[in-house]
């Protein structure tokens, strides 16, 4: 099986015009921190976690975790003009690996899916080229190394962030055209900080209908990944990379080194080799699946799943008075304006695929 062709983009979607949505006034300042390794590196990542490579998805087109990180960036700046924040979301994923959560998947974590970020802190210290521009610009590190602490950038769910917003738009786009690029500018557009129950900046919707919109379709793309489709490709990448470490057919750095391309590359390259029955099994069923059964109990002479995973949505802020500044309007979760975004949200929460998701080995 050859590699999936990103060349069609049914979507209309545009990396460049999308960025331009996000941000209309691009802060050159980005430039030099985009020329750094461990920036650059994110550019032969995924954003959609591996899926790319298998025909089990249909993804549109290739989008990077280098492009999540600008354009997180992109809004953090629109939104707060602010370079330090800004920095800490360009930087937010710098300790990804290839197939990006994947790896949380190999390290038991497919429910948080967070031990990847354990390192970032540490990769951002210790970069010597980025400590060198960030002291010409006379920025600390703390005050980058860690976008948590800064609630535009990044909050808890289901509270809108910088990170959060611009995730969803291009997988909705590659999964399952869920966006057109007209709807993406037009509820962006509505998108502005208010204030949350705890006194802290959010983004927000200024406008009821435009947040019920977007949060359907968020809980739309967001179904994709409770599916059992998802499960399996992610496990079983997840399988890949553990035998392929543990045979040594790859050393564990090399998660940070290469790009999954490359890595996909070799991996083909070793099944031809004849390297490793197991692996070579793993790894053909990846390739060439393209059906999941939905089962209750595991079928034989299959490769089975059964996980759960982290749930994706937001119950958005939505302006509800206080004139045309917002910074200082009073807001509520949408929840508790629409019914119909409460129970969207419910059935979202209560959801389950069935307990396995299986394909026959290939």
Partial sequence: MGFLKHTGDTTDFNSARYHKILCADYPDFLDEYLRLPILQRLDGVTLLCGTDWTPLFKNRFYYSRLQHSIGTALIVWNFTHDLRQTLAGLLHDVSTPAFSHVIDFRNGDSLMQESTEQNNQKMINEDLELSELLFSHGIYKYEIDNYHRYPIADNNIPGLSADRLEYMFPSGCSLDAVWTMDEIERLYSQVAVLENDDGLPELGFVDKEAALEYMRKFIEVSMILQHNEDKVAMQLMADVVSRAVECKLIEEEQLFTISEKALVEKFDALVKDGTDEHFARLYHTFRNMKVVQHTQEPLED??????????????????????????????????????????????FLAFSDTQFGCVPWC
Avoid: F, M, Q, T
């Avoid at 958005?316 to 975004?341: I, M, Q």
């Fill in 302 to 347: 299959s490769y089975c799943v059964s996980v759960s995973v982290k749930k994706r949505y937001v119950n958005p802020l939505v302006k509800v008075g206080g004139g045309s500044d917002s910074s200082h309007a009073k807001a509520k979760r949408l929840s508790a304006l629409s019914s119909e975004a409460e129970s969207c949200i419910n059935e």
